[in-house]
Every structure is written in C-alpha cells, then in structure tokens.
C-alpha cells in the first residue's frame, strides 16, 4: 500500500486509511459471527427464543470471549440482564463443546503415524 507522509492530503488521507480500515475489521466480523451462527444453527441444538435471535446470543458469548466481562454487555444491551448474558454465555460454549462442531475445527492425530508425522512437522519448524 502507498503512503503519504507529507502534504496538504497527508492528514485526510490517514483519516480516510483509518476509516477503510475499521469498516474492513467491522465487516470481517460480521462475517465471522454469521459463519458461527451458521454452523451453530446445523450443528447442534442452540435455537433463537421468541425474543432472542441466535445471533444476539452468540454475540453476547463472542464479545464475553473477548472481553471477559459481562458489564460492557450489559451497558449496552437495554434490556439484557447479567443473569441473562450469562445464560447466553453458558448455551453458546455448550453448543461450540458438542462433539459435531468441534469436530469440525478441532482434528487430533489419532494414529501412531498421524502423531508422528505432527511431532516431525513441530521439529522442523
């Protein structure tokens, strides 16, 4: 990517790379939670409430992940209840620990050869 260090542009121009950047970051993440609730939906028995919509529930779990905290949730959702978040939290990681969707990201070497093979590739790195 070009950059522009000096200039009468020079400041917009970072405005504009910040900008593009954060709409980038912000669409990647929406993307990321659809996938998620995607595979949730077809993998395992996480369902939306009357409510609530699977995808509220998994960005509650998504940003409790990031966060580690349920306050910032909380102060932003007008009508979400730690108690609630919490629940939110506990049926999305149940969900993401059934075997059929963790099978589907996490893959063990289950033979002598297949365990070796990784130990070669880790020596070799």
């Known amino acids: ?19 593009y950047t954060e709409q980038n970051e912000q669409e990647q ?15 395992s028995a996480l369902k939306a409430s009357k409510r609530v919509s699977l995808e509220l529930k998994v960005i509650c ?3 409790f992940y990031a966060t580690g905290s349920y306050q910032r949730i909380v ?11 919490g629940k ?7 969900a993401l620990n059934s075997p059929s969707v963790l099978n589907r990201f996490i893959r063990l070497p289950l033979t002598l ?13």
């Open 113 to 125: 050869a297949e365990r070796e093979m990784t130990r070669h590739k880790k020596l070799l790195t």
């Open 75 to 85: 102060s932003m959702g007008k009508y979400l209840g730690q108690t609630t978040v």
């Open 88 to 94: 939110y939290v506990k049926e999305v990681t149940d």
């Open 1 to 19: 990517m070009w950059r522009v260090s000096r200039g009468p542009f020079s400041s917009y121009f970072k405005a504009w790379h910040l900008l």
């Open 61 to 63: 779990a998504v940003s």
């Open 29 to 43: 993440i929406k993307r990321g939670i659809f996938f998620l609730c995607q595979i949730l939906k077809e993998k």
